[in-house]
Each structure stands twice: as structure tokens, then as C-alpha cells.
């Protein structure tokens, strides 16, 4: 019989070659689900030998323990910045130069010029010993824990690699999961990531790796510091090297024999810019071989040798006609700038996000100020700075509003907080964009009615709360400009539908303070009924799965407050019915009074399906065991899980054992 250790060697490697295949190679061999067997096999084995715990293993990239702090790390080469250039005629100069020394027999090697976060991966012997931040170039952060979690970041490399190698490279979080980031952030209204790489650097900064590994990280490779051992003879070799031993390195890459060629490419780069899954700012062109890189040096902190060659960025210039202040479904007020409209890389823009007091101040804008404006990515455009040379003495200060310009209560900034928030909870800003929420798509997803008819009700009146809604009559609705009994008809039967909502939808609904989508789902997993979540106390709510201090106060916060209460009995009344998810009764009970744990993969029932039979039977699901756990249900390929319940002495059922319990 092969040893444990074999065993969990083995998994690894295979682990190892098939992310590799993934994520390097992007070729996969196998489905995700056979990958998510291995990965669980190989976590279970670890598990139960602890001997076999190991930094390097693929069981790592799920997130270790968080950090107090990260600990400075210092480089042992300096990590050095590129020169920029903008212009073709700045090319043309930089040829000249270049060929001055090495006559004009040599090739460049054309890359992106990646818009994320630079960092060093340190490699001893094979192995991931830490990775850094650039820091100021000479002194940065070991954030090596959340580096690990990168999916394309390999912890041991491939082939015959170098004794010790410091590969250099940039994290980048691609467009997509950028915006999808922000997106949840918006709906829990958390501060927004300005760009793809603020969120990249921010998730990196994260004192919990956790967080990182949730976040779709990637990694492009393009450079190295110290090397022992043989050095590649080019730039080229080496990006070849970077894929042998494993490493991420970016396709689009050319190598260039003249100046001709070498704009060719800034062209055609800067023609996929916009169809590439990452943010580029520009290219990088670097002297290929090592020979010549030697012979032209450096300058300052940048190489001789290789050149930024940057895009014009997605930029215009413009002028703030006023600042609007926005109020929250929290009560945040938001400036945002009103600008004459202008063109910026292919759309109109005529309003951009002054985020918070704070940043508005630090730009030192006026009304009646040209501004320059920036575009990245799709997201909201932001004011980057004043073009104070412009200015006439005409210009106005913006006043930050000290009442809120909806309702005129006291504006307060909490402490710690970058944003001020209106304090009346009755603020009709503040009521319209929480009806907003409430009716919304993945709250109570009442189908067509959209936010002009929420101000719309409003404005007439017919809704102030949202029980109000539930109080809609056919007669409000044909009272409404442009309303046809159809429409009507239609809009009372989705009000009706909504009644029938699960629990989960229900809480994220009221639009508790950082009480996402998620965290709903985790509250109305944990608490199975609305009552029981009402009457739960604070060290019940800090049992929950994922829910820290902070989410604990604000729930307290919304259930000390009565209107609240008052608001939600209303709705009980109104015949909102927020469906628990465990058994009321009528079903069977055989379950009642058990709480259940599932782990690992069930012979027949899918994961959703023993949940389901688990309540609808009277029985309760937590995500962990604890010991208020009664059954452990458990299947192939257990993960921590069966562990933690066999150290609590908590009985386990098979699928079978399950079966017949219910039967
Ligand atoms: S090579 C001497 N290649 O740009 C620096 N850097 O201004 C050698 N960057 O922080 C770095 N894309 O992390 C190189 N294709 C690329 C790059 C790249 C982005 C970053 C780099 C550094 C900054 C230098």
C-alpha cells in the first residue's frame, strides 16, 4: 500500500500539472469536478495526518490565517521603474540612442505595459519562499500569504529552474471580475475600487488572505532580479524559461528589428486595448539580449535598455459645470461632478464620481474648473485634477452641503468613516433608494417596478414605507399618467407574487448596513425562520458563518431601532410571507430539533437536495460543525469538517443512515 506521504505527494503533483494546464497553459485536461476531487482528496489526507501539512502544497491557495500586520521585506536587487515615453518623434529618439551604442544589428522585445501591481516572487530551490511589493523599490511588503492564493502563482516551479530565481511580475485582476467586485461592493455600499488595479492592490493589502483568494487575481511574469545560476542569454529566453518552469507570461509579445516595426506594434497593441480581458497602459520594449542590456546600463533607478512606450490614456478635458450631492439608501452623500459633456475614448461623458469629501478637497476643485477626466475601463469616469493654469478668478468653492439637500437634516461624519451620511431615517432620499432595494431584483423582485415609478409613487404620495407597496390598488395605479390597464393589471400581480419570498431575499431586502446578499443567505441559513433571527442576540449573530463585529452592529443597530420592527410586522400583516428555510410543520418532523452538517460528495442526493430533505422534514443546515451540531452527513471526499466533528464527537450519518431516518 502506497504511504500517506506518497500518496499526498502524488496528489500534489497531479494537482500542480493540472493547474498548470489551466492556468498557464490555459489547456485543461480535466473537468473542474475531477479537479475539485483531487484538491478535496488531498485536503482531507493533509488533514488527517497533520505531519503532512505543507507551506507548499496546492491546499495552501485556499487562504492560511490572517495577519496582524505585513512585515517589510527588502529586496536584494532594487525593483527600478521604466522611462516613459507618449510620441512616435520620443521613439525615433530613443532608437537613435540606442543605436548609437549597438550600431543597429539588435531587436527589441515588444510587450504590454500591464496596469496592475508590481511584485516579486522570490524562488529557492524550487520553491515559493516569499512574495513582495515593490514598495519604494528597495524596501516592500512580504505579502507572500495572499500572493499564494493566486491561482496561476506556482508554488513549486516545473523542469530545471535556477538555484534561486526572483521573477518579477504584474498582478492584475481582470475587467470582468473588476466590475462584478464592484458591483457587490455598490449593493453593500462599500467604498468602490477606483480602478482594476486599486482593486488589485487592495486585495493584495488585505490582512486576510482569505479575501484575496476570493478575488480572481492573475499573474503576468516579465522580468527578473537576482538570478543564481545560468542566466538566460535574452529577454526572450527568458520569457521562454518562465513558461518551462511553470510562470504565467503574456502571448501578445513580438520581437522587433526596427523602429518600424517596434511602432507597428505600439499600433496594433493599442488597437486590442480595448478587446483585451486586463487593463494595459501602453508597451514595454526591452533591448533583447542580455549582452547588449549590459552594454547600455542604467540611469538613475531606470534601465537604459528598455523603454515604457504609453498609450494616451482614456482622458479629456473638460469643465465642472456644479456638484450634485447624492444621498444613499444609507444615508451617504456622495458628490458627483456635472461636466460639458465630452468625448473620452469612444463615449460621452457628462458626469464622474468626486467619491467623498475628502478626495474632492485633495484635488482643489472649483465650479467652472477644467478638469481633467479619466475613463477606466467601463466603470464611472473620475475627476483626476484641476488645470489651475486655466482658471480665470471666476471660479466658485463647492461648499460641502452641512444638511442634507434632500430632507435638510444634520449631516455627520462618523468617526472612521470617509463618508457623511444624513442622519434622519425618514430622509425621502434615503426612503426612495431603499425602496429601490427592497423591490429590486434579487430582494423582492417586483417585476416592473422601476425606480421612475418609485419616485413617481412618491411624489403622489401612495408609498412612504415599504408596506405601503402591499397597499397598491388597480384604481392608484390607472390614477398615474400613462399607466393602461394592462400594465396595472400586471404590476399588482407581481406585488402579490412577492409575498411568497424566501428568507434570505427577505433580510437582504429590509437593507440592513453591510447585510449583502451573502450575508443574508448565511443569516436565514443560520436562523431558518424571520422570528428567530429577530430574537437572536448578538453572540448568536457572531455564530454565523462570515459575520464579523462590525455587521453585528449594524444589525443590532436596525433591530434596536422600532420603526423597524413596526415596519416588518406590517408587512406580516400585508401577507408577506417570508418562507423559513426549515419545516414549519404540516411536513414530517422527524428531523425536528437536529441540526445537520454536510461534507463531502453524497452517493445520490446533490448537495441542495439533502439540504432540502434535511428541512423539509424539521431539520436545520449550518454550513460548520459546532457543538450544538447533531448529525454530521457525510459523503465521499469529507472536507475539515469531519474532522472537527470527530475531535466534538458528533455522530455522522451516511446517505443511507439519512435515508432511513426519514423514511
Ligand atoms: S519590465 C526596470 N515589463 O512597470 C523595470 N515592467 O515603470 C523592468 N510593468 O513597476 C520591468 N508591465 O512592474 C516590465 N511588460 C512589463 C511591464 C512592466 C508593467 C511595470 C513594472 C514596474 C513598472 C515600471
Not at 506 to 531: P, Q
Request: include cysteine.
Amino acid at each position: 500500500m502506497i504511504s500517506p506521504q506518497k500518496l499526498a505527494e502524488k496528489l500534489r503533483k497531479e494537482i500542480e500539472e493540472h493547474s498548470y494546464r489551466y492556468y498557464v497553459l490555459d489547456q485543461p485536461s480535466i473537468s473542474d469536478e475531477a479537479y475539485d476531487k483531487l484538491f478535496l482528496q488531498l485536503q482531507r489526507l493533509e488533514e488527517e495526518n497533520p505531519s503532512l501539512q505543507n507551506p507548499l502544497s496546492p491546499t495552501q491557495k485556499v487562504g492560511g490565517k490572517p495577519l496582524d500586520k505585513f512585515k517589510k521585506y527588502k529586496h536584494h536587487e532594487p525593483m527600478l521603474s521604466l522611462q516613459n515615453i507618449y510620441e512616435e518623434v520620443e521613439l525615433g529618439e530613443w532608437y537613435d540612442r540606442w543605436e548609437k551604442s549597438l550600431g543597429n544589428n539588435f531587436q527589441a522585445a515588444g510587450e504590454p505595459k500591464f496596469d496592475g501591481l508590481a511584485i516579486e516572487l522570490v524562488y529557492e530551490e524550487g520553491h515559493l519562499v516569499v512574495a513582495a511589493t515593490r514598495g519604494d523599490g528597495e524596501i516592500g511588503e512580504d505579502v507572500t500569504s495572499n500572493v499564494k492564493t493566486i491561482r496561476s502563482v506556482p508554488l513549486r516551479l516545473r523542469g530545471t529552474f535556477p538555484r534561486v530565481v526572483e521573477v518579477r511580475g504584474e498582478i492584475i485582476l481582470p475587467i470582468e471580475d473588476f466590475k462584478k467586485l464592484n458591483a457587490e461592493r455598490a449593493k453593500d455600499e462599500e467604498p468602490l475600487f477606483a480602478n482594476p488595479r486599486n482593486a488589485a492592490a487592495g486585495s493584495i493589502r488585505q490582512l486576510d488572505p482569505k479575501i484575496a483568494a476570493k478575488r480572481k487575481l492573475d499573474l503576468y511574469c516579465h522580468s527578473v532580479g537576482r538570478l543564481e545560476g545560468k542566466r538566460p542569454q535574452s529577454h526572450w529566453e527568458l520569457l521562454e524559461h518562465f513558461g518551462d518552469w511553470g510562470l504565467r507570461t503574456n502571448p501578445l509579445r513580438s520581437l522587433l528589428k526596427s523602429r518600424e516595426e517596434a511602432q507597428a506594434f505600439y499600433r496594433k497593441v493599442e488597437s486590442q486595448r480595448d478587446t483585451l480581458a486586463y487593463e494595459i497602459d501602453g508597451i514595454v520594449l526591452k533591448i533583447n539580449t542580455h549582452r547588449d542590456q549590459e552594454e547600455l546600463g542604467f540611469v538613475a533607478r531606470s534601465p537604459r535598455w528598455a523603454v515604457a512606450y504609453k498609450f494616451r490614456a482614456h482622458e479629456g478635458n473638460t469643465r465642472l459645470l456644479d456638484v450634485e450631492f447624492q444621498v444613499g439608501r444609507t444615508g451617504a452623500i456622495t458628490p458627483v461632478a456635472i461636466l460639458e459633456p465630452v468625448p473620452i475614448g469612444g463615449v460621452t461623458v457628462s458626469r464622474a464620481s468626486l467619491h467623498n469629501q475628502d478626495q474632492m478637497e485633495a484635488i482643489g476643485l472649483k465650479i467652472g474648473d477644467w478638469v481633467v477626466v479619466k475613463r477606466a475601463g467601463d466603470v464611472i469616469p473620475d475627476v483626476q485634477s484641476v488645470l489651475v493654469e486655466k482658471r480665470t478668478g471666476k471660479e466658485k468653492p463647492i461648499r460641502f452641503p452641512k444638511h442634507c439637500p434632500s430632507c435638510n437634516s444634520t449631516i455627520a461624519r462618523p468617526e472612521g468613516e470617509a463618508a457623511h451620511r444624513c442622519t434622519n431615517r425618514i430622509c425621502p432620499a434615503q426612503l426612495a433608494e431603499s425602496l429601490k432595494h427592497f423591490v429590486s431584483k434579487r430582494a423582492m423582485n417586483i417585476e416592473g417596478l422601476g425606480d421612475k415609478w418609485i419616485d413617481l409613487f412618491m411624489e403622489k404620495q401612495l408609498i412612504r414605507h415599504f408596506s405601503d407597496i402591499y397597499d397598491l390598488t388597480r384604481k392608484d395605479l390607472l390614477g398615474i399618467e400613462r399607466q393602461g390597464e394592462k400594465s396595472a393589471e400586471k404590476l399588482i400581480g407581481a406585488i402579490e407574487r412577492s409575498k411568497e419570498v424566501t428568507l434570505d431575499r427577505f433580510l437582504y431586502a429590509l437593507g440592513i448596513r453591510l447585510v449583502g446578499e451573502r450575508t443574508a443567505e448565511l443569516l436565514a441559513t443560520h436562523f431558518g425562520k424571520l422570528e428567530t433571527f429577530l430574537n437572536a442576540s448578538d453572540e448568536e449573530f457572531r455564530n454565523v458563518e462570515e459575520v464579523g463585529e462590525t455587521v453585528v452592529e449594524y444589525i443590532r443597530e436596525f433591530l434596536d431601532d422600532k420603526h423597524n420592527l413596526v415596519e416588518i410586522e406590517r408587512l406580516l400583516k400585508k401577507g408577506v410571507k417570508p418562507k423559513p428555510l426549515i419545516n414549519e410543520g404540516g411536513g414530517s418532523q422527524k428531523l425536528a430539533g437536529n441540526t445537520f452538517v454536510i461534507t463531502g460528495t453524497l452517493p445520490s442526493l446533490s448537495r441542495e437536495q439533502a439540504e432540502d430533505l434535511i428541512r423539509k422534514n424539521g431539520g436545520k443546515v449550518t454550513g460548520s460543525v459546532s457543538k450544538n451540531t447533531s448529525y454530521l452527513l457525510l459523503g465521499e471526499s469529507p472536507g475539515s469538517k469531519f474532522e472537527k466533528a470527530k475531535s466534538l464527537e458528533i455522530p455522522t450519518l451516511s446517505e443511507v443512515d439519512f435515508r432511513k431516518l426519514i423514511a
